[in-house]
């Protein structure tokens, strides 16, 4: 079994910022990715940003974050973290971290998400 447990979320006003973090534990055999998700009511799950681990490593961020959010690794501890500085009204969503890896007991990469963290930005 492989979890990943989110934590970080909360209210925030205009201008400020949060750092959400996503532990992966369980049957990790390796980790290919990593990153964040948001859904806001009414509209479709959107990547934030990711980290992926092939070639050296990659980051990507959605247009709207970039510059403003931070995306970071703790490959020993199978852990990712996002600096959102500067939020704005926009930004408020549920927050869903990501994973695509191998657990032991397959030799295939699955997808695994969190159970998402409420970010609110009060304007």
């Known amino acids: 079994q492989v979890q990943l447990v989110e934590s970080g979320g909360g209210l925030v006003q205009a201008g400020g910022s949060l750092r959400l973090s996503c532990a992966a534990s369980g049957s990790i055999f390796s980790v290919n990715a990593m990153g964040w998700y948001r859904q806001s009511p009414g509209k479709q799950r959107e990547l934030v940003a990711i980290s992926t681990s092939g070639g050296g490593g990659s980051t990507n961020y959605a247009d709207s974050v970039k510059g403003r959010f931070t995306i970071s690794r703790d490959n020993a501890k199978n852990t990712v973290y996002l600096q959102m500085n500067s939020l704005n009204y926009e930004d408020t969503a549920a927050y869903y971290c990501?994973?695509?890896?191998?657990?032991?007991?397959?030799?295939?990469?699955?997808?695994?998400w969190g159970q998402g963290t409420q970010v609110t930005v009060s304007s």
């Open positions: 990501y994973a695509a890896l191998r657990p032991t007991y397959s030799r295939d990469v699955y997808d695994y």
